[in-house]
């Protein structure tokens, strides 16, 4: 079974440049995070999508944008690229039960190998 | 004060070590903890997954959870250089939260 995986590995930007990252999940998982993790702040959740929606949002600016398809393979976005944004950006997928009220997560993610973005 | 508090080390034992790895955490909302090892520039590999207190066991590894004392730590039994990796624990309130809080990672380095 193929892993959950991550385009471009790495990539090189300057400021004010934009960027768009892609992640395939596992086959079988429809739920997509992403995190962004650097030397100084660690891992840190950006967002998650379900459905094709975005189901939870991290403490980051609106430059950080998301979607997910409806096969769900997701991209995230990041505009205005800024120094700061040099990171390894990791996508993660999981199972999820559908109940009739939602949806639950099983709390087993699987992250890919990332993607490092360096912005000069 | 983070949520989840992991000691970054580093870590240094000798090969056959039992390695012992802690994180505490303050919100009592936390049910799913993970264990996650990272290798140099590579993806965090679920190691070990837990739902609420207890202790699993899976080969040489073993995890812990004390909900009443917030409190989590990962075993690692007969340790091997090929064990040297950062390991990072996480935890999720689980349901429709996927979002994962991490500590900051335990540098582990195991010598021959």
């Known amino acids: 079974k193929a892993g959950v995986t991550q385009t471009p590995r790495y990539l090189i930007k300057t400021r004010g440049q934009q960027v768009t990252l892609s992640c395939s999940p596992i086959?079988?998982?429809?739920?997509v995070s992403w995190y962004q993790q650097t030397p100084g702040q660690g891992l840190q959740f950006l967002f998650e999508y379900f459905s094709e929606t975005q189901r939870n949002k991290g403490n980051f600016p609106g430059r950080f944008s998301g979607r997910q398809f409806s096969n769900s393979r997701s991209e995230m976005n990041v505009s205005t690229l800024e120094l700061g944004d040099s990171a390894l950006y990791l996508c993660a997928s999981s199972l999820v039960v559908v109940v009739p009220w939602d949806y639950l997560n099983t709390g087993e993610l699987f992250f890919g190998e990332g993607s490092r973005l360096t912005v000069l | 004060q983070k949520e989840v508090e992991q000691d970054p080390g580093p870590l240094s034992v000798p090969e056959g070590a039992i390695v012992s790895l802690n994180c505490t955490y303050s919100?009592?909302?936390?049910?799913?903890f993970m264990w996650y090892r990272q290798y140099s520039r590579k993806g965090p590999e679920l190691l070990m997954y837990?739902?609420?207190?207890g202790n699993k066991e899976d080969g040489r590894f073993t995890a812990q959870v004390d909900k009443s004392s917030k409190y989590i730590s990962l075993f690692i039994r007969d340790s091997q250089p090929s064990d040297s990796a950062t390991y990072l624990c996480a935890m999720s309130r689980g349901g429709g939260y996927n979002k994962l809080i991490f500590g900051a990672g335990t540098r582990l380095a195991v010598h021959p």
């Open positions: 837990t739902y609420s207190s």
């Open positions: 919100n009592s909302a936390f049910q799913y």
């Open positions: 086959s079988g998982h429809r739920s």
